[in-house]
Nanobody, 128 residues
Framework: QVQLVESGGGLVQAGGSLRLSCAASGRTSRVYVMGWFRQAPGKEREFVAAIRWSRGNTNYADSYADSVKGRFTISRDNAKSTVYLQMNSLKPEDTAIYYC?????????????????WGQGTQVTVSS
């Protein structure tokens, strides 16, 4: 099993920045893809960003939803088994609960069904 714990959410004004963290524990050696999804009230959970790495912690690849490209950056700290989501130029439409997810697969997928482990979520609210 893999446990995921998110942190870093909060309230920010439009144009501001936040950095979310997702700390993984447990059988993390089986995880090669981690991602972020978000869910706004009354909407489906949607893909935000994901990062993939090779068994030797090299050859990173990442992917972003069109709505966040150029504003959000996903990264990983190998030593801490932590993935980050740096969110800049935030907009009110970015308001949602953000969930961290991990996959035992080896390719990045953008659907919720492709992830096996989920965090509890962290609220991000962007005021106009």
């Amino acid at each position: 099993q893999v446990q995921l714990v998110e942190s870093g959410g909060g309230l920010v004004q439009a144009g501001g920045s936040l950095r979310l963290s997702c700390a993984a524990s447990g059988r993390t050696s089986r995880v090669y893809v981690m991602g972020w999804f978000r869910q706004a009230p009354g909407k489906e959970r949607e893909f935000v960003a994901a990062i993939r790495w090779s068994r030797g912690n090299t050859n990173y690849a990442d992917s972003y939803a069109d709505s966040v490209k150029g504003r959000f950056t996903i990264s990983r700290d190998n030593a801490k088994s932590t993935v980050y989501l740096q969110m800049n130029s935030l907009k009110p439409e970015d308001t949602a609960i953000y969930y961290c997810a991990a996959s035992s697969g080896i390719v990045i997928v953008t659907t919720t069904s492709g992830y096996h482990y989920w965090g509890q979520g962290t609220q991000v609210t962007v005021s106009s």
